[in-house]
């Protein structure tokens, strides 16, 4: 095990440096709601009785406090504790997860507050912040040795990339970086601006800047080369309140009350639309519609025409997936729904499950629920109809679980982490 003090994260005089984030054959629609739930209280109740052979194969890991978490290259990285943590020391522990062993350890600066955790190729990245000037390096996989550090935060593309953000209330500058030697490939520099990335399906695919004074800008990430440039209503205040790539669209508030979407393809504004008085308000992608949200009402919106197609105080939609929205219930215990994508009608209510995080969230839909006996069943769900098919019974009740590359962790209070390898 090689163990290695990063120290104070440097700055300029040192040569070189985020979920939503990654991408499976399901039934045919149209059981009804009944069907689903009796099918599922069966295979609950199979569950609890017997759980039968293991499905997951447990890996060991040590207890962490608040830990973020990455999987890249065979490895479990753990930080710890987490970026939601008071200052203090800083700790990195990669785990093999073939075996559980620990394969290197690092230190970071008790000064410097963990920012972002993310791979690029099978090397890790992470960006640190001792108080104003984010500072990103890279890690080799194999001994945890930092390759290059360099000023910015470090936001990886889909192709490998690798960018650089330095970002100020009056400018902003993003760099493509080599992620093997940190030699800067190309910048991109504005005024008073926001910046966004379109992501695809493997990830961040298009940087987008947007400037305070009404301009939008989007740009290749391998090459810097600027793609397309159109102008846009120019920010009330400081900033935009919303200049946000989402899907194809870009989504540009500015004139009072409207919220504009323009087509990334050809800088086209394609609709406005009123947006809530107050503040409180956020739009975000949900699967094939751009949703609306304030408060615990959502608005999902038709991406072409920027038409309401439902409103729902009652579920907040996450994901289409099969023609289906996937929802969550706005307030209270978690709970799912599927419901119809144009109307938003329930198709399906399978009850108390909670969605497992994962990117992309099409991969496969995984769900876990309280079971007797301090456990939890883990459950993949059918978006075409909404049964759940029970995947294995985990010991412990745990509060959160990620799934990404077939790896599954779930962590819960008292430090305590669950890590399984999940097969296809």
Excluded: K
């Amino acid at each position: 095990m090689t163990v290695i003090d990063l120290g104070e994260v440097g700055h300029h005089d040192e040569p070189t440096p985020p979920p939503a984030r990654r991408p499976r054959a399901r039934r045919s629609a149209g059981h009804p709601a009944v069907v689903a739930l009796t099918a599922l209280l069966l295979l609950l109740t199979l569950a609890g009785a017997a759980p039968g052979p293991t499905r997951l194969t447990p890996v060991p890991v040590p207890d962490v406090p608040e830990p973020s978490h990455l999987i890249v290259g065979g490895l479990l990285v753990l930080a710890y504790p987490s970026a939601l943590s008071p200052a203090g020391i800083r700790q990195l522990t990669a785990i093999d997860l073939a075996d559980g062993r620990v394969r290197w350890e690092a230190s970071l600066s008790p000064r410097h507050q963990l920012v972002v955790l993310e791979g690029v190729g099978d090397d890790v990245v992470v960006t640190t912040d001792p108080g104003g000037e984010p500072v990103s390096m890279v890690l080799d996989h194999v001994d945890g040795r930092s390759r290059w550090r360099q000023p910015g935060v470090a936001v990886p593309t889909a192709d490998g990339g690798l960018l650089l953000e330095d970002v100020h209330i009056d400018r902003v500058a993003v760099r493509g970086v080599d992620p093997a030697t940190g030699a800067t490939r190309w910048t991109v520099t504005a005024g008073a601006a926001t910046v966004g990335y379109r992501t695809g399906e493997r990830g961040v695919a298009e940087l987008v800047v947007v400037t305070s004074a009404g301009r939008a800008e989007a740009y290749d990430v391998d090459t810097g080369v600027r793609r397309l440039a159109f102008p846009v209503p120019p920010a009330r205040s400081d900033h935009h309140h919303v200049a946000q790539p989402v899907g194809d669209l870009l989504l540009v508030d500015g004139e009072p009350g409207r919220l504009a979407g323009y087509d990334l393809a050809s800088g086209r504004r394609r609709w406005d639309t009123p947006v809530p008085a107050s503040a409180a308000w956020s739009v975000y992608s949900c699967g094939d519609a751009v949703c609306l949200r304030e408060s615990s009402a959502t608005d999902v919106l038709d991406p072409v025409t920027g038409r309401v197609r439902w409103t729902s105080d009652r579920w907040a939609p996450v994901e289409t997936v099969a023609g289906r929205m996937v929802g969550v219930n706005a307030d209270g215990p978690p709970r799912l729904a599927l419901l119809d994508a144009a109307t938003g009608r329930p198709v399906a209510e399978p009850g108390r499950w909670e969605l497992v995080h994962q990117w992309p969230p099409t991969v496969r839909l995984l769900a876990v629920r309280p079971a007797t006996g301090d456990r939890q069943v883990l459950a993949e769900l059918d978006p075409t109809d909404g049964t759940l098919r029970v995947r294995d019974v985990l010991p412990g009740r745990w509060e959160a679980c990620w799934w990404s590359q077939g790896v599954l962790v779930c962590w819960r209070q008292r430090n305590t982490l669950g890590v399984w390898r999940m097969p296809d």
